[in-house]
């Protein structure tokens, strides 16, 4: 940087002015170098001050403290002299704010919304490169490279595609556990069909005319054998009694050997019959109704095995959909204009091949820094928390402010006021002295 730039020409916080913000009231405090200390002890205010000068920038977020205003000391006002132009944010008794951005060489507002403007010249990434080294975690650091490279608009996109895929597999994955619980305790898949009661009924009904024609035969072969026995005896005494009567004798005779012939007959149908099916037949309707359940169970099942495979081929589908969107994200992230030695490789940032939680605090944080830098901000204004680094980390923060003339808000934990730093005791300032 030039020695020759002056104030009104850089982007740079030089002084500040904060009055009932959150108990804090404060008289105008001026920056005289790169770095301004805030201490004191726990609960003094140092976060709160902070805290008010992002107010200014930003007004009321999420981090916004409530009820930051006390109404009986008047509005909530905050001044920030960034150099090339002055913002003054007014707390309105409404709850409304006045936001005000005037152009340090005109003395003019600044043209369009003043938010607008303040958005141009600030990042929150460069604003907090300990929280983007240290405290997010590997979803929000990538997420904040979608937005410094300029890929968040196309990466939303992709989120919302992939948003859409996941919830159908969501609903998909809900089916497979259900049709899975319905399958649970039904049969295995077998060949087993329904009957019909009116065929076994008609089976029955043959069996059973079967069966009584072979009874008939049975008990006329018992009658003919009967009758066979009563003629030979009848034949005897014929014989005996008179030979007139051998006429008759001969007509027996063929009547035994024609029922014999008879019998020779019918004994080899009843020999040759099935078994009898009447029994089993009879079984079989007793239990119809629960063979019948059984096969309608195993339909089941073969039906919701059927829908089950096909649910899963349809969650995979949608998972490889899934895991393609991730990787045309990471894709898109690698094409961008990255710093020397950064790579995403499985969805995690890397540094120099290795990854960024295996690097040093002072390593992250000044790639951090540098990742910031591809937003091309022009408020040169960074928050860090001091007490947590080391003193390598320490050096690399204010070398980097000091090459690059950045003002460093740094919070830092001290029980009684040093030379060089801004102290608070209660929200009041003990001393306005910066290095």
């Known amino acids: 940087m030039s020695d020759e730039t002056t104030d ?30 805030i201490s004191g002890k726990n609960g003094s205010g140092k976060t709160r001050m902070i805290s008010a000068v992002m107010y200014g920038l930003e007004g009321e977020t999420k981090h916004t403290p409530p009820n930051i205003d006390d109404k009986s000391k008047g509005p909530t006002t905050v001044w920030l002299d960034c150099g090339r132009f002055t913002i003054f944010r007014k707390k309105l008794e409404s709850g409304n704010q006045s936001l005000i951005v005037k152009d340090s060489l005109t003395g003019k507002n600044v043209p369009g919304a003043p938010q607008g403007y303040i958005n141009k010249m600030k990042s ?70 329904r009957q019909s009661t009116t065929e076994l009924f008609g089976r029955l009904k043959d069996a059973q005319a079967a069966d009584k024609t072979i009874d008939e035969f049975s008990n006329q072969i018992k009658t003919n054998s009967r009758t066979t026995e009563t003629n030979r005896t009848r034949l005897i005494d014929i ?29 080899k149908m009843v020999d040759d019959a099935p078994p009898s099916e009447v029994e089993a037949i009879e079984s079989e309707i007793n239990n119809i109704d629960e063979h019948n359940k059984q096969a309608d169970l195993v339909e089941e099942a073969r039906t919701l095995r059927i829908e089950l495979a096909t649910e899963n081929e349809d969650s995979q589908k949608k998972t490889g959909e899934i895991d393609d969107i991730k990787a045309e994200k990471v894709a ?31 390593e992250r944080i000044l790639m951090a820094m540098r990742i910031g830098n591809l ?56 001393g306005a002295e910066t290095s």
């Open 332 to 362: 898109l992230l690698k094409s961008t204009n990255l710093p020397d030695g950064i790579s995403i490789e499985n969805g995690e940032i890397m540094v120099n091949d290795r990854p960024w939680d295996s690097q040093s605090t002072a």
């Open 375 to 430: 937003l091309k901000h022009e408020i040169r204004l960074m928050m860090v928390g001091w007490d947590n680094l080391d003193s390598e980390s320490r050096k690399v923060v204010a070398d980097y402010a000091t090459e690059h003339d950045y003002t460093m808000l740094v919070e830092t934990v001290a029980n009684e006021p040093q030379d060089g730093m801004i102290y608070l005791e209660d929200g009041k300032i003990q």
């Open 8 to 37: 009104t020409e850089r982007v740079k916080l030089v002084s500040f002015k904060v009055v009932n913000y959150a108990g804090i009231v404060l008289e105008e405090v001026a920056i005289d170098g790169n770095m301004c200390f």
């Open 239 to 267: 014989t005996n009694k008179v030979v007139q009567l051998e006429k008759d004798r001969e007509m027996l005779i063929a009547s035994i050997d024609d029922l014999a012939e008879k019998n020779i007959h019918l004994s």
């Open 124 to 193: 929150s990434v460069v604003m907090a490169p300990v929280d983007f080294a240290e405290v997010y975690n590997n979803e929000k650091r990538i997420g904040v490279l979608y937005e410094v490279t300029g890929i968040k608009s196309q990466v939303e996109k992709m989120d919302k595609d992939e948003k859409v895929i996941f919830d159908a597999r969501t609903e998909v994955n809900r089916k497979v556990v259900s049709l899975t619980n319905r399958i649970e305790g039904l049969p295995a898949d077998q060949q087993i069909k």
